[in-house]
């Protein structure tokens, strides 16, 4: 199977960095390919550079609290580019009825604090193998 | 020995502990455990530091009783004031800090009405950036995290009805901090203040934004000097005034350990002291106005011993690097926030519990004002029940438990000043290091701090995981239920605020006059341009003709620059 490729963004103004950092070392831990894009990114630069990177995921961390505008934002932009088919996976402190809104919407999982660095690299396997099961595209060479 | 001062202990004495302790290991101790071995084989602080079983005079090796001395005089170990918590408590400070100003005025009136005796406040991710609120980027994040801060108008209303010359008032903020300091002198001059009664602290450490908080406009040496400028500015015109807190509470939440923690704030604060000197301005004439602010984490005695470790450690650095003259340059004085980042989700109340007990080594340290946070941290910013609980608990500490009667009490501590003695050898043994890497300046663009924070923050997640460190509710003592009677309430913010904030910004830009505006900010870029030139008087007229932050922070971009990290993970 290819290797799981996934850009790990930081967007908004809060600095934060602390959960996005381990996050990105425990999935390169896990065996995958990690593209970080660094702070303070808009929704059109993430959603550009998963494009450009070709990725099975986007992993979107914040703490700015603002969740509830860019996490759909970015949903929105990936479905007008054509990537509406890459999974979006949320992190940071976020209030429990956010989270089930955000998943309704489509982002596939919110990993909240203090989740264990071997869980999420499992758990962004489990959802990339997941999807690219459903999409006939996972067991590639 | 230090200082030419004899040790506490003599070499026979502390050879006679030694003695008597191999006795006791040999003869009780061993007997025990061989009936009962300890519960692990290696006892560790926070800061993975391995600790003894017991601690004896021995431990104190040359220790004279000159590095412990009495409080409110070199080295300061013991604090910065003779009485401490006999004369004064501690500042009690809750941070607030969301929607528009009248807002935010709402809670820090409520605060007052409480018992609260300084306030904090806290701005949102577009003010603390530089941006103006119609900013394209900040959509989503006005007000949210903190208050909406764009013009002058803002800066009034925030303080309608709050006396600034009795009140103290502290603004965490920092690449945009020069601006808001000038809004705040500008308000303070409308109101008919003496400036040199205001007393009040704004942030303003930028070196650890780079290493630590991540909040930066321009690149580091453009911002280094505009700390400078607020520095010089107020040991000119704001006697009371802390223009830089120096600060560690981010290193550390941001994954630096405990010896980080204190060895890079002083990093920093030997950066500026630098600066600052270059500009000739002697030392004592500007240092007995910075501040320093630390966490109050959860290893109990490790966190006492951090804040005397640091003290002395300053004392030593200003008198002995810096030469400075006044007591009030060596002592160091410090605001402490209990951890934020080992707040749970789960089992939400105990959160009390740890704040509580944070809060008691903080003030078991000396600390000279505290914010306990809410209960709540982990799942929004703090209600106002949060936040009462969070004031409630410390006003138990100071009022119910006696522990304010004592300076130091665990001063003499074998255990204490050991501690206390190995975490400031440490921090010499990093300052030694970031000196061979050619400064502060010069280690951050090398990421040095940056990584090691990074490292030890991975670690810690390792250790979560693996069941190491303990996290009550977390790791250990799981409730697979949510337990209805912890439900917390989340603090909503009203969704029309960043639209009436927007609307005000557009409002008062179209009543301005123009042109002032055009011309003062093209004055203030050409200050900028002379490296001697001081911003803050330029600054200061832009503001009060209504220029809004954003407008000034890209007055200066052209010359400046902006700051582009690579980040290290």
């Known amino acids: 199977m290819d290797p799981i490729r996934i850009l790990v963004a930081k967007v908004g103004l809060d600095g934060h960095d602390r959960g996005v950092k381990i996050v990105a070392r425990a999935l390169r831990d896990a065996g995958m390919e990690v593209i970080y894009t660094g702070l303070h990114r808009t929704p059109e630069q993430v959603v550009a550079t998963a494009i450009q990177e070709d990725v099975d995921a986007i992993g979107v961390s914040l703490l700015s609290g603002a969740h509830m505008t860019l996490l759909p934002r970015i949903l929105d932009l990936m479905r007008e580019q054509g990537v509406g088919d890459r999974l979006l996976i949320g992190g940071g402190v976020m209030p429990d009825e956010d989270v089930e809104a955000l998943k309704a919407l489509g982002v596939a999982e919110i990993l909240g604090q203090d989740t264990p660095p071997a869980e999420i690299g499992v758990t962004v396997a489990r959802l990339v193998n997941e999807h690219r099961a459903r999409a006939g595209v996972g067991e590639a060479s | 020995m230090t200082d030419g001062q004899l040790p506490l202990f003599d070499d026979d004495q502390r050879a006679a502990i030694s003695a008597e302790e191999a006795a006791w290991e040999a003869g009780e101790l061993a007997a025990f455990l061989a009936r009962q071995p300890e519960q692990r084989d290696e006892y560790l602080t926070r800061a993975r530091r391995p600790v003894r079983r017991v601690y004896t005079p021995a431990d104190l090796g040359e220790t004279a009783f000159a590095d412990i001395g009495f409080p409110g005089r070199y080295p300061y170990t013991r604090g910065p004031y003779p009485t401490m918590y006999r004369g004064r408590n501690w500042t009690m400070r809750q941070i607030a800090g969301f929607g528009q100003a009248h807002e935010t005025n709402a809670r820090f009136r409520y605060l007052i009405e409480q018992g609260q005796t300084g306030l904090s406040v806290d701005f949102d991710m577009p003010t603390l950036m530089g941006l103006d609120s119609d900013d394209p980027r900040c959509l989503g994040e006005v007000g949210r995290e903190g208050v909406a801060v764009d013009v002058i108008d803002d800066m009034r209303e925030l303080f309608d009805g709050i006396d600034l010359e009795t009140i103290s008032v502290s603004m965490t903020i920092n690449p945009s901090a020069w601006i808001l300091l000038a809004m705040y002198v500008a308000v303070a001059e409308e109101r008919g203040c003496d400036l040199d009664r205001l007393s009040g602290t704004i942030q303003n450490d930028i070196l650890k934004e780079y290493i630590a908080q991540k909040e930066w406009i321009y690149p580091i040496r453009p911002s280094l000097r505009i700390v400078r400028d607020t520095i010089v500015w107020s040991a000119r015109h704001l006697a009371r005034y802390n223009p830089v807190n120096i600060s560690g509470y981010h290193i550390s939440e941001a994954g630096g350990d405990t010896v980080a923690e204190i060895a890079f704030t002083l990093a920093n604060a030997v950066a500026y002291v630098e600066e600052v000197t270059a500009t000739g301005l002697p030392v004592d004439e500007f240092a007995p106005r910075l501040s320093f602010f630390f966490v109050s984490q959860a290893d109990f005695f490790e966190e006492v011993a951090k804040f005397r470790a640091v003290r002395r450690a300053y004392a030593r650095i200003m008198k002995e690097r810096f030469g400075a003259q006044k007591p009030e340059s060596m002592r160091l004085r410090f605001h402490a926030q209990t951890a934020a980042a080992s707040l749970t989700r789960a089992q939400p109340m105990n959160n009390i519990v740890r704040t509580a007990l944070q809060a008691l080594a903080a003030v078991l340290g000396g600390a000279q004002s505290l914010h306990t946070n809410g209960l709540d941290e982990a799942y929004s910013i703090p209600t106002e029940f949060a ?183």
Not at chain 2, 464 to 469: F, M, N, V
Not at chain 2, 539 to 554: D, L, P, R, Y
């Open chain 2, 387 to 569: 936040m009462k609980m969070a004031l409630r608990t410390q006003q138990i500490i100071a009022h119910e438990t006696n522990v304010t009667n004592v300076v130091d009490p665990l001063g003499g501590s074998w255990y204490v000043e050991t501690l206390t003695n190995e975490l400031e050898a440490e921090v010499f043994r990093i300052l030694d290091h970031v000196d061979s890497l050619g400064g502060t300046v010069r280690a951050i663009e090398q990421g040095y701090f940056q990584q090691a924070q990074a490292d030890y923050a991975y670690d810690v997640a390792l250790r979560k995981a693996s069941g190491e460190d303990v996290v009550v509710g977390v790791n250990r003592f799981v409730e697979t239920e949510a337990d209805p009677a912890q439900a917390v309430e989340t603090h909503r913010l009203d969704p029309e605020s960043e639209r009436r904030q927007v609307e005000r910004l557009r409002a008062v830009r179209a009543a301005r006059d123009q042109t002032v505006v055009d011309r003062l900010l093209k004055e203030l870029t050409e200050a900028a341009r002379d490296p001697a030139e001081n911003l803050m008087p330029a600054t200061i007229a832009a503001v009060k003709a209504q220029a809004s932050m954003g407008e000034i922070v890209n007055a200066l971009r052209d010359v400046f620059g902006t700051y582009v990290e690579t980040p290290v993970f």
